[in-house]
């Protein structure tokens, strides 16, 4: 039995097709309901929240599991990335109000004690790090938006899909910080002693993902 994690949300639909255009069994999977493990033959799928998902891999209770690189970089987690499937692009930015960009493009000490409000610390912490500055940032589970609305924050670091959350609540976006995706990741412990099934699974995840690219 091998055991895949997907992440519910967003790119759920994305990996699900993955694993159909792949031939993998994978009866239930395309419409779960409630259900959070679905077994088909010699696979045992888990449906977890994204930001849990490397943590199942790292602990090897899942064998393989897609995952945003976004929660990859934040979960920092000890697992192999195989491969991008070049699915659920996105950026994560940092986004304020227009009258905060020309802090943006000054000197860094401009951005000292800046509020940057996230549901990505580790990344928050790192890029202002690495720019120079040292934030205060608040750490919000969702609806980052709201942060800088209501006058929690400053600005925030966040994922950008369509750009339909920033314009809907008047954010712009200050800077680029990197871009993602959703990636095929492996346990160190399967790749260790299961390498050869690990494989050869990675291997046809790999080629529908090829076949399967926009
Ligand atoms: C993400 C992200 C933004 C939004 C961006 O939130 O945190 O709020 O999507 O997408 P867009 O650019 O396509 O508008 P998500 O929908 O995952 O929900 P959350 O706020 O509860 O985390």
Not at 22 to 29: E, K, N
Not at 96 to 114: D, I, K, Q, T, Y
Not at 123 to 139: K, L, P, Y
């Amino acid at each position: 039995m091998l055991t895949i994690a997907l992440p519910t949300g967003r790119v759920f639909a994305d990996a699900a097709g993955i694993i159909e255009a792949a031939g993998l069994p994978c009866r239930g999977l395309s419409s779960p309901g409630r259900k959070l493990v679905i077994e088909d033959g010699d696979f045992r799928y888990i449906l977890a929240k994204p930001s849990d998902v490397p943590l199942y891999v790292s602990y090897g209770t899942a064998d393989l599991a897609f995952a945003g690189g976004d929660v990859l970089l934040e979960s920092a987690m000890p697992l192999v990335e195989l491969f991008d499937t070049g699915k659920g692009r996105c950026r994560v930015v940092v986004a304020g109000p227009r009258s905060l960009a020309p802090r943006f493009l000054g000197h860094a000490s401009e951005l000292m004690w800046l509020k940057v409000a996230t549901k990505y610390p580790r990344i928050a912490d790192g890029h202002f790090s690495a720019r120079g500055a040292q934030v205060d940032i608040i750490h919000l589970h969702g609806s980052i938006e709201l942060a800088p609305k209501l006058g929690l924050s400053d600005c925030i670091l966040d994922i950008v899909q369509t750009g339909g959350t920033l314009k809907a609540n008047s954010l712009e976006v200050l800077e680029h910080v990197c871009d993602i995706s959703l990636r095929l990741v492996a346990s160190r412990k399967s790749t260790a002693l299961r390498w050869d099934e690990v494989q050869s699974v990675a291997k046809k995840i790999e080629e529908a993902a090829e076949e399967t690219r926009p």
